[in-house]
């Protein structure tokens, strides 16, 4: 116990670099926001105010944890004692910015689908109006142009036979139909042509978005130089190889039951198993209980976090299994209002399921939740 105290001494001559590591917590939040947020959380949730407290707890856990404690050990003590008095509210700033970065992100994905999918609307009307007019457009006289005067402030309208016929021919009031016809032509060849050239820009804009050019200079390297660089953009479905490839700690909590699903995860109920063997189906990436870090920096453990991998959002699911039971409705009513506290809202980004003895889960909920938030 001395020997930890003496320790700790030897650390605290440290202070200003601490500070100073802490201080970067508001300038380097994109790059490790995640880490800052787990280590301040640590500090916040796990440590108590009273030293002699502290020396006891550290002390009883260094017995059972692994050999890399006296790390452990001296980094949260390093930590504890040379926070500034804020540490609150950095803990808060903190968690509040990684909450707008990613609602930002997911923003700017959205916009980006919203674009494309506007350029889908906009070339099917296009095509509309391109067919519309060659196939119900006014023919008339090939070359026919129509020339228009005033005189007393009367029009007056001549038929010109083609481009050098400079004056034409005067059409009579009982020919207005043939200078009506002549002008709907007139109009009718512009409008094609401009709906042309849009639609080619159109085309072009699309091919664009779906291939993502800039895609092209990371996907060509050999893997051995991928492993090298740090991509400003990849692919959705490199994005979503890296997703599953994170590597995570699920609910400590023990699975002791025979329901294994196709991915070979042990999950602990039938309705888990039908929902994780439908995700894995369509393509839909998942994680089982995965955590989430709430306010107060305790993990919780939905049932399933899953990506759209069109968009790159992350959505929560949980599915309430008996939702007959009172006590058990009560509790999980409970758990979800404490989701909506810490930014998980029903029907943004969390899924919720449920069933009844008389009404299990089906293929056909999980289904629904794919078409409506998850393709």
């Known amino acids: 116990m001395c020997q930890k105290l003496l320790s700790i ?90 909450i707008v970065i990613k609602n930002q992100y997911n923003l700017i994905r959205k916009e980006q689908f919203m674009l494309l999918d506007e350029l889908l609307v906009r070339k099917k009307n296009l095509e509309c109006l391109i067919y519309e007019i060659k196939r119900h457009g006014v023919k008339g006289e090939k070359n026919a142009m129509l020339r228009i005067s005033t005189h007393n402030g009367v029009p007056q309208y001549y038929l010109r036979k083609d481009a050098s016929d400079k004056n034409g021919i005067y059409l009579k009031k009982q020919d207005i139909a043939i200078a009506r016809n002549i002008a709907q032509q007139e109009y009718d060849e512009e409008m094609l042509l401009a709906a042309q050239k849009e639609l080619r820009t159109i085309n072009r804009l699309i091919k664009m978005e779906k ?86 920096g305790r993990n919780v453990y939905p049932d399933f976090t899953l990506l759209n991998i069109r968009t790159r959002e992350e959505f929560r699911h949980e599915h309430l299994g008996r939702v007959d039971d009172p006590e058990y409705l009560a509790k999980n009513i409970k758990k979800i209002d404490e989701y909506k506290e810490n930014g998980l809202i029903i029907g943004k980004n969390l899924l919720i399921t449920y069933e009844t003895a008389e009404r299990p889960l089906s293929t056909e909920d999980i289904d629904l939740l794919i078409t409506e938030f998850l393709i």
């Not at 995860?265 to 870090?293: L, Q, T």
Request: charged content about 30%; hydrophobic content about 35%.
């Open 9 to 98: 001494s030897c650390i605290r001559h440290i202070t200003d670099e601490i500070i100073e590591t802490v201080h970067l917590v508001r300038t380097t939040l994109l790059g490790n926001t995640d880490e800052i947020i787990e280590t301040v959380h640590l500090v916040r949730t796990t440590l108590p105010e009273n030293t002699d407290e502290i020396i006891e707890t550290v002390y009883l856990v260094r017995i059972t944890l692994p050999e890399n404690t006296d790390e452990i050990i001296e980094t949260v003590y390093l930590v504890r004692t040379t926070l500034p008095e804020n540490t609150d509210e950095i803990i808060e700033t903190v968690y509040l910015v990684r």
């Open 211 to 296: 291939e993502d050019i800039l895609l092209k200079p990371y996907e060509k390297m050999h893997d051995s130089r991928k492993e090298m660089i740090k991509p400003y953009r990849i692919s959705n479905e490199e994005f979503a190889r890296r997703w599953l490839a994170k590597e995570y700690q699920g609910n400590p909590m023990p699975v002791i039951t025979p329901y294994r699903t196709v991915n070979g995860e042990i999950v602990r109920s039938k309705s888990e198993c039908i929902a994780a063997d439908r995700y894995a189906a369509r393509g839909i990436p998942y994680k089982y209980e995965n955590p989430y870090k709430m306010k107060s």
